[in-house]
């Protein structure tokens, strides 16, 4: 008979202080007036460590090196897409937004690549997953655009030639859904 190793934890115990609460709300509020007047403080200074309310859209977006953006696909040298349809990034996607048809490429090294490929950005959650599953480093976040709102559903949806930079996102004739 198999021997199971059990490992009892041991709950901890609540003191006295711990119960009536207080004590831990009054240590909650001094962790929260602590930020309060530090940014207080930076900001009066105009630290450049100190929290700022950006008025956007009127100021632009201050992103951060890492920040996920809208995606581009890449391309190869010969201005082909670098992807080969492997379909990775659809299959992974926790928001199924991505859309892709295969062909067979005329290059048989590459052997496939995308016919169509569409993002729907009113669905994605930039979450990235597509951008680390891609064998062949054809898909980025890092166009540094955020501004990707439109009127309609069907207009948040990009296709091949507007991820490549061949061709502006423009809005469609028609605005309904
Ligand atoms: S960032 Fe996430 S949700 Fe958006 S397309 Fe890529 S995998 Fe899908
Ligand atoms: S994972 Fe990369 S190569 Fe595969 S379909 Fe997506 S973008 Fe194309």
Known sequence: MALISVRVV???????????????????????????????YRHLLRRPNASVTIQYPEDPAVLGKRARTRHRLLKRDDGAPRCTACLLC??????????????NAPDVLVEKRAKTFQIDLGMCVYCGYCVEACPVDAIHMDADDVAVSRYSRKDMIWNMAELMGDKPKLPSASTAD
């Open 90 to 103: 659809e299959t992974i996607c926790p928001a199924k937004c991505i859309r892709i048809t295969a062909e």
């Open 10 to 40: 041991e709950r901890p115990r609540r003191t006295f202080a711990m119960q009536i609460y207080l004590v831990e709300v009054w240590k909650g509020l001094a962790i929260t007036f602590r930020h309060l007047f530090v940014n207080l």
